[in-house]
């Protein structure tokens, strides 16, 4: 008997111990997309669901992450101006020309600005012939960390460089020494785009 009752403990500390060791070596379930996933599934879209909307702590999470891109030297040149109330939001939208119908349904807008002289200069004078062109640079490296952060976030966007600068720039009181590039559209996509042909790498990519 005594035999016995010492077989059916081991027996029930093996399984206990089992489903212990079990549980710890259950896999981290995340609901975020990997990096690839994100690459995959971004796209340029034109149609928005205009009944989803994106407060404004979520932007700031969103442009919070954009400031981890790299700049020339730290300069850190490009700046964010959000449309996302209802009177500025309007106000931007009219200034996007032919896009404005298509980015009709998208509760945000945000333009984007570099300052000029501080990427590719040094002690005020250009390092090499591009000159601004490297606040240019700099300010499509943050903008590319701001598509692919929303689109990790669940969100969908649109670069348009169809806009009226002069406007914008009355609309938001952007200062006379930034760049106006884009305005970008940030929303949720109504419908699943279709997936763009690329070039062969071999057309843009060569190896010595």
Same mark, same amino acid.
């Given at each position: 008997?005594m035999?016995?009752? !010492? +077989?059916?403990?081991?027996?029930?500390?093996l399984?206990? +111990?089992?489903?212990?060791?079990?549980?710890?070596?259950?896999?981290?379930?995340s609901?975020? =997309?990997n990096?690839? #996933?994100? !690459?995959? *599934?971004?796209r340029?879209i034109?149609s928005?669901?205009?009944?989803?909307?994106?407060? /404004?702590?979520?932007?700031?999470?969103?442009?919070?992450?954009?400031?981890?891109a =790299?700049?020339?030297a730290?300069?850190?040149?490009?700046k964010?101006?959000?449309a996302?109330?209802?009177?500025? +939001?309007? $106000? $931007?939208?009219?200034?996007?020309?032919?896009n /404005?119908?298509?980015?009709?349904? $998208?509760?945000?807008?945000?333009?984007?600005?570099?300052?000029r002289?501080?990427?590719?200069?040094?002690?005020?004078?250009a *390092?090499?012939?591009? &000159?601004?062109?490297?606040?240019?640079?700099?300010?499509g490296?943050?903008n590319?960390y !701001?598509?692919? /952060?929303?689109?990790?976030?669940?969100?969908d *966007? +649109?670069?348009?460089?169809m806009?009226?600068?002069?406007?914008?720039? *009355?609309?938001?009181?952007?200062? $006379?020494?930034?760049?106006?590039?884009?305005?970008?559209s940030? &929303?949720?996509?109504?419908?699943?785009p279709?997936?763009?042909?690329?070039?062969?790498?071999? #057309?843009?990519? /060569?190896?010595?």
């Amino acid at each position: 008997m005594m035999k016995k009752s !010492l +077989l059916i403990s081991a027996v029930v500390l093996l399984l206990g +111990l089992t489903a212990c060791c079990d549980k710890q070596a259950a896999p981290i379930v995340s609901d975020s =997309p990997n990096f690839d #996933e994100v !690459l995959m *599934t971004r796209r340029s879209i034109r149609s928005y669901d205009a009944t989803k909307t994106i407060s /404004k702590e979520e932007v700031r999470e969103l442009l919070a992450a954009v400031q981890e891109a =790299p700049s020339w030297a730290n300069q850190q040149p490009t700046k964010y101006y959000v449309a996302i109330s209802p009177e500025k +939001l309007e $106000a $931007a939208q009219n200034a996007i020309y032919g896009n /404005k119908e298509r980015v009709a349904g $998208a509760p945000v807008l945000i333009v984007s600005t570099f300052e000029r002289g501080k990427s590719g200069f040094f002690r005020g004078e250009a *390092t090499n012939e591009i &000159g601004d062109g490297w606040g240019a640079y700099d300010n499509g490296l943050s903008n590319c960390y !701001l598509i692919l /952060k929303a689109r990790a976030m669940g969100f969908d *966007t +649109l670069i348009m460089g169809m806009r009226d600068s002069e406007a914008l720039r *009355t609309i938001f009181g952007i200062p $006379a020494e930034e760049t106006v590039m884009a305005v970008i559209s940030l &929303g949720y996509r109504d419908q699943e785009p279709r997936q763009p042909e690329h070039r062969a790498l071999d #057309e843009v990519v /060569k190896f010595f």
